[in-house]
């Protein structure tokens, strides 16, 4: 069977890992989780299935067109197979975990299922990993979810990163107090896509300098952060824009030598966010590692807390890996002593036990991708010099 | 809302998993799936959904009517959302993997789906955890499977752990040789699983004798190797004694100190094993831990490679475990320096950033449920004598 034959036998988007990929990934995942968990998030592990009006409620509905439905045979109900966990795991803080204090930490990590690829992504079962912190206006709480992103990237290996900062909210705060109509405000969100500065100005009357100048202080952070400490803003967009710099300014201080970069006009997918909000890069890898930002989190009696998360995503985040370290795998002949094979697990290697006598333990170790085997108490290794 | 009206936001025998638990759990699956690493067993990752063909090839049709299906709009082929994951794995063995080396050692860790839930599991989402180990018939690879997995439950902390270990292949090799008629079979099936000793003799004629012996046979591992060691059976049921017998004796080599009972007539459950079968459980705990045994594993070219593996239950297992230790939490004031930060969590503490000042840094503590706060560079006590 070929090796293309093979692949057709899972549906499109749906793939097998195999090693050492697959245990790359599940331990990148424990890691990232292990130092979300010693920042104080909680881990929470919301079901596969629910019923389709929790899965859709507030920002889930812009998934509703992805997501897998089933019928649940028990209370003949529709059930959606979740596209992603935010919603989730924002359904478990307004709910059971409603009384504890704010702000509130939580993390998980699971698969997300999706009816099909897009672009950017062809698979349709991506593994996620994420952090929310729920209850806090504060800008601090912007810029811990984006260090704590990114410090968890560097600890798994990801080299090269960049966060790029967004603030999705700016440019529509403007837009209001420039009384544009909708077309208007649709050409004008457009032109700021295009960077076609002359039509931004056109479009924005006696804004144009000022969204002219937003686009140009797009950049790395420095230079980003001097030109919108130099602009004035209509007051309904002053207090975004304090608080992007406000954001940018503590993260620095986390994370002195992250490489970041500004671009206070971009909004692309972060149309469900309500403030600041970011996408992880490592420059040469295809695809984001990660994103997100401010949003509001539906809380209980139809209320919201203000709230901040990011979603990393395995399926790039491998991409940008360094291939794993393979450890030395050691052949245990028939009749070994079971506290050796023990022994040298503690030791780091990995033992594989022969069940029967063979002709040759040497050529036995070989034929099972050992590097070394167990000669009476001695380890000798498969290719001497 | 009340405890029971947020449950029923989600369908019956769904669940979240909260902290300490959802931790807990992935904990728990991290430091099994080390261990299975280091004796060898890779790790693949199939995915969740898969044409229902290849999901219900072999073992996997009996999941058929337990397995949720969907229409994959892409291909218009129905996908089924796994209800088990051993057949996955097998046809990643019979087909990607087919060229790796024999004795073929795999493992995993997963979410499975089920339709319904039964009287010993209400759960209708279960993470599994599990070892193949695939083109071995030696009785060493039996034990090995069942040692593994004993090693695992031990290592996560699972106390007064038991195995029973059954031969569901006995009792229908003895039937052969009787020439019973279906119904007798059943008949005997049915009298056996009562433990109903007159009805066996009665139905199984010149072999009433040789079933009774098993049917005393069954229990502590000691007495029961002692009286099958004894007994005579016809010449089709003879390997598979001597196996049985081969299995234990290693078994008890390798843990010495496992509880170990035998039932050499129990078969229910084990209706897809084609050999030696086990089931784990904790005294005191409701449910099995796992299970497993040897199974025909179908290969390349409609050919049957010989296989034994295990599968791990992770909410049996829950049950199982001690309360997870909770580690020291630490308030950081808003200002804190980031390096002691870092330096704390490399001691193990558990830290909660603080993003904006507070009245009191001790009561701010207390309100996020920490144990200490940094006061300049010092650890204070919350709750000072």
Chains 1, 2 share one sequence.
């Not at 104080?40 to 507030?58: H, N, W």
């Not at 998980?108 to 952090?131: M, T």
């Not at 006009?265 to 997100?292: D, N």
């Not at 170790?365 to 380890?379: I, K, N, P, V």
Request: glycine share 8%; net charge negative; charged share 25%.
């Amino acid at each position: 069977m070929t090796e293309k034959g093979e692949k057709a036998l899972l549906p499109a988007g749906m793939v097998d890992l195999l090693p050492p990929e697959a245990a790359q990934e599940s331990a990148a995942i424990s890691r990232i989780l292990d130092l979300f968990s010693a920042c104080g998030y909680q881990r929470v592990k919301p079901p596969m299935l629910e019923f389709e009006e929790t899965l859709f409620d507030g920002a889930g509905a812009a998934l509703s067109q992805q997501t897998f439905r089933l019928m649940d045979p028990l209370s003949q109900r529709m059930m959606g197979l979740r596209a992603d966990m935010t919603t989730q795991v924002v359904r478990i803080a307004a709910t059971r975990l409603s009384g504890e204090p704010r702000p509130l930490r939580l993390c998980y990590a699971g698969q997300v299922l999706r009816v099909k690829g897009n672009q950017l992504r062809n698979d349709r079962q991506i593994a996620q990993v994420g952090a929310e912190l729920i209850g806090s206006e504060s800008s601090g709480a912007d810029a811990e979810i984006i260090a704590l992103a990114a410090s968890a990237l560097e600890k798994i290996g990801v080299t090269r990163l960049s966060v790029d900062i967004a603030l999705p909210t700016l440019v529509p705060a403007i837009a209001r107090t420039l009384g544009l109509s909708p077309s208007e405000s649709a050409d004008l969100r457009e032109a700021l896509d295009r960077k076609d500065a002359a039509a931004v100005k056109a479009i924005s009357k006696e804004h144009g300098k000022l969204l002219s100048a937003l686009l140009r202080a797009a950049g790395p952070v420095e230079r980003a952060v001097a030109a919108l400490s130099r602009l004035t803003v209509p007051e309904d967009a002053q207090e975004e824009l304090e608080r992007l710099l406000a954001v940018v300014e503590r993260l620095r201080e986390l994370k002195p030598d992250l490489r970041i970069t500004v671009d206070p006009t971009e909004h692309r997918g972060f149309e469900y966010q309500t403030g600041v909000s970011f996408a992880f890069f490592a420059r040469g890898v295809r695809g984001e590692l990660g994103r997100g930002g401010r949003y509001a989190a539906r809380a209980a009696g139809g209320c919201f807390e203000p709230a901040t998360g990011v979603t990393l995503y395995m399926d790039s985040l491998l991409r940008a890996l360094p291939e794993p370290d393979a450890p030395s795998r050691v052949y245990l002949p028939a009749g070994h002593d079971p506290k050796i094979a023990t022994a040298l697990r503690e030791k780091g290697f990995v033992t594989l036990a022969g069940h029967d006598p063979v002709e040759e333990d040497r050529k036995e170790a070989r034929r099972m991708a050992c590097d070394y085997w167990l000669s009476g108490e001695t380890l000798r290794k498969v290719e001497e010099n």
